[in-house]
């Protein structure tokens, strides 16, 4: 495994997919970053990559394991982000489209599971994902200023 690369403007990590490791990465990932960006973009950052990651261990890998390869970059304005794993592809081969089910009365129906993709979506910027060589390759910017 690649030893991780930490220059102040980009991050490079490899980890395994289980939750005390992907909570290490966002202790490093908030910690390298932190002091170059805002409290409101380091807490999108954290909250995001939360999501996503928690979300690669329990639904790519199934609980089974795996890893996980997260690449930042501070450029400018935005964090670009840059995550992959070798779990199972999203079903469909993309992001659902649409939010959680609504009830009858068009509100949001109170269960858990599909609230990831949106609370991504209010976050991030130029969110895309891709299946390509049994990887999953998911990119997006968290902005830092604005």
């Known amino acids: 495994m690649p030893a991780p690369t930490d220059t102040g403007t980009r991050l490079d990590l490899r980890f395994e997919a289980e939750p005390f490791a992907v909570r290490r990465a966002l ?3 908030v910690a390298t970053f932190a002091g170059r960006i805002g409290e ?4 999108a950052l954290e909250l995001a990559l ?5 979300n690669i261990v329990i639904h790519a890998y199934g609980g089974d394991g795996g ?3 997260l690449s930042i970059e501070f450029r400018a304005d935005a964090l670009h982000c ?5 779990g199972r592809a999203i079903p469909g081969g993309a992001p659902p489209s649409v939010g959680p089910d609504t009830d009858p009365a068009g509100q949001p129906a109170l269960r858990e599971g ?6 991504l979506r209010k976050l991030a910027e130029d969110l895309t994902y891709e299946r ?12 830092t200023m604005g």
Do not use: H, P, Y
């Open 27 to 29: 202790c490093r990932t």
């Open 40 to 43: 409101a973009a380091a807490g």
């Open 50 to 54: 939360a999501e996503v990651l928690n």
């Open 67 to 69: 890893s996980i390869s």
């Open 82 to 86: 840059r995550i992959c794993d070798a």
């Open 114 to 119: 599909g609230w990831g993709w949106q609370i």
């Open 132 to 143: 390509a060589g049994g990887e999953n390759r998911l990119t997006f910017r968290i902005a």
